[in-house]
């Protein structure tokens, strides 16, 4: 229990101009742990998740991180190229917009099998043996392995992201809002995907998303935001269940019951 | 005797509900109780007296603001009213269930692979888990032709029988029952009762709540009425605080 985190961010600040969109916003990620981070739009989920991924630079705070050789980094200190290597193999990024985390020109296979490339894998039958394997695990059928992702419906560009972001076995998956935008029946779907692959692999996982569903169904924790701020932090079925904030109080109250 | 699997020290509870003008509804208070090895304690009282609320302080579900609950994990004890998520969590998966009347699961997972999935989660491997959701969904009663199918279709009975399995599944010593017979027939109530004393007799301590008091008759060693621990509602949040609880 005393383990050191895999990931700790703390003080996280961003300005955009006058408004802050992230205001000292700390937490700790364990190795297979799931954290949501919920909030209405503007809240700064999105914001934070940018400082994390270091695609935002940070005004305050750092964040560290645990590489695989057990040293304990602040990120904002590695090198350019160290950080790359970092993302392209033990970190992955599944993204709202399947477009911004996949290559819609390159076949399922290349895009999953580009990641391995860039890990240093060359041999052309094991890297296909790879993305076969990927594919099938989440549920793409093999003979769309030469189909680019243009020709993929948006369930299964998200399911393709994952392959792409977990065929190099990473330790931290960064997800905003990966169920958005699809239809209810193929969320449901893919949710248990993300669930399984989770549980199966051990995963520590930030997850952005809006939707206290979600949020209930994949995460162990959660975080709610607004305004910049964190509001209320804690186990997520608690959180849900019990909230102590006005303002998750309102949330919670304020979700639909179909 | 041996230290007990779970002590209430003195629990107090009140929801404060803040788009509510910041109302605050007692719902229990000054409770204390324990549930040792192979002890099935019974909360008795009437519905809204806070039954529920101490079964999901105790899983961590609800937050505990006073007093401690304490939680035995080997040689360890953690107070579940102060111990971080991750020391909740981690009881979860190894110390305690919790069954409750309803069912949560992400849809269009089959009746089967959910109760699996929970048996996984609680440490069983792959193989284990097939049969032994198998054999459970089995000796509830449930069709074979139904395990394949999510249970969102299921009648309120099937659903609490899936839900039976997924927090029976794997075999943690303490066991937390808010009304998991509430709508099972005289048939399939029995088959609860065995698996219930089955448990018991294993060793597992288990805190729950049965309406019917047949239920309770076959599975209680120790009845406690929470009735003493109840907070003095304020008059005219009586309704008000029944449905909290």
Redesign the interface.
């Known amino acids: 229990m005393s383990q050191a985190p895999l990931l700790r961010a703390e003080g996280l600040t961003k300005r955009y101009g006058a408004r802050l969109a992230c205001d000292g916003v700390g937490f700790d990620l364990h190795p297979g742990e799931v954290l949501a981070v919920v909030g209405e739009s503007g809240s700064g989920k999105s914001t934070l998740l940018g400082l994390i991924a270091g695609e935002t630079a940070a005004d305050g705070g750092s964040v560290s991180y645990r590489m695989r050789d057990g040293t304990v980094r602040d990120l904002a200190e590695l090198g350019a190229a160290e950080r790359r290597a970092l993302m392209r193999t033990d970190w992955g990024f599944v993204r709202q917009d399947a477009a911004q985390g996949l290559r819609m020109s390159v076949s399922a296979g290349g895009n999953v099998g580009e990641r391995l490339m860039g890990v240093g894998a060359r041999h052309y039958a094991e890297i296909r043996a790879a993305a076969l394997d990927w594919l099938a695990r989440v549920e793409i059928a093999a003979d769309r392995i030469d189909d680019p992702p243009t020709r993929f419906s948006g369930g299964m560009r998200q399911r393709l992201q994952i392959a792409r972001n977990l065929v190099t076995a990473p330790r931290l998956v960064l997800m905003d809002e990966p169920t958005s935008g699809l239809d209810v029946s193929v969320q449901a779907r893919l949710l248990d995907t993300i669930r399984g692959l989770v549980a199966e692999l051990g995963l520590a996982v930030l997850i952005v998303t809006h939707d206290l569903a979600v949020a209930r169904l994949l995460s162990h924790r959660i975080l709610v935001m607004r305004g910049g701020r964190v509001i209320e932090t804690g186990l997520t079925d608690q959180v849900l269940d019990d909230p102590q904030a006005a303002y998750t109080q309102l949330l919670v109250s304020s979700v639909l019951a179909a | 005797m041996t230290q007990p699997m779970i002590v209430f020290e003195d629990v107090g509870k009140s929801?404060?509900?803040?788009?509510r003008e910041g109302i605050t509804l007692p719902v229990i208070a000054h409770a204390s109780l324990s549930v040792g090895a192979g002890e099935c304690v019974v909360l008795g009282g009437a519905s809204g007296s806070g039954k529920s609320s101490l079964l999901?302080m105790a899983y961590?579900?609800?937050?505990c603001a006073q007093g401690a609950i304490r939680v035995r994990d080997g040689e360890r004890v953690v107070d579940v009213a102060r111990a971080?998520?991750?020391?909740?969590?981690?009881l979860r998966r190894r110390v305690v269930s919790y069954v409750s009347q309803f069912l949560?699961v992400?849809?269009?997972?089959g009746t089967r692979a959910v109760v699996e999935?929970a048996g996984?989660?609680g440490g069983l491997a792959t193989e284990a888990a097939r049969t032994r959701a198998a054999d459970l969904l089995a000796r509830l009663g449930l069709p074979e032709r139904l395990w394949d199918l999510p249970p969102a279709t299921f009648s309120g009975g099937e659903q609490q029988r899936v839900n039976i399995a997924r927090g029976l599944i794997a075999e943690r010593p303490l066991l937390l029952l808010d009304e998991p017979t509430a709508s099972l027939d005289a048939q399939n109530r029995a088959v609860v009762v065995e698996l219930i004393n089955e448990r018991r007799k294993a060793g597992a301590a288990i805190l729950g709540i049965f309406h019917d008091a047949d239920v309770r008759d076959a599975v209680a060693t120790h009845v406690v009425d929470v009735a003493g621990f109840r907070a003095k509602f304020a008059a005219g949040h009586g309704a008000a605080g029944e449905a909290a609880a």
């Open positions: 929801f404060i509900l803040h788009l999901k961590g579900n609800y937050r971080e998520p991750r020391e909740i969590l981690d949560r992400i849809p269009r997972v999935a996984i989660e």
